[in-house]
Nanobody
Framework: QVQLVESGGGLVQPGGSLRLSCAASGSIFRINDMGWYRQSAGKERELVAAITPRGSTNYTDSVKGRFTISRDNAKSTVYLQMNSLKPEDTAVYYC???????????????WGQGTQVTVSS
């Protein structure tokens, strides 16, 4: 079993900042890619940002230049720094991690419970 525990969501005014954290624990030999997804009311869940174990990143176009994803491999933690937030960033944000339980296990995908981010004045 793998647990992903998220923190850092909340209510912020437009133009403000938030930092999300997600710590992985449990039966983990290695964590591969980690990422953040979001889902707003009536929409499909979408990838916001992802990061490889070596730090290569990719972002959805709407957050480029405003959001920064990073990770601390020693702490099995991924972060999402969100700046210049807009009302359209309002969503439930989910952490995702691809993990192996042993060196020979196939990759499994794991999700956090989600954290609400609301951008409103």
């Amino acid at each position: 079993q793998v647990q992903l525990v998220e923190s850092g969501g909340g209510l912020v005014q437009p133009g403000g900042s938030l930092r999300l954290s997600c710590a992985a624990s449990g039966s983990i030999f290695r964590i591969n890619d980690m990422g953040w997804y979001r889902q707003s009311a009536g929409k499909e869940r979408e990838l916001v940002a992802a990061i490889t174990p070596r730090g290569s990143t990719n972002y959805t176009d709407s957050v480029k230049g405003r959001f920064t994803i990073s990770r601390d491999n020693a702490k099995s933690t991924v972060y999402l720094q969100m700046n210049s937030l807009k009302p359209e960033d309002t969503a439930v944000y989910y952490c995702n991690a691809l993990t192996r339980r042993t060196p020979w296990s196939r990759l499994s995908t794991n999700w956090g419970q989600g954290t609400q981010v609301t951008v409103s004045s």
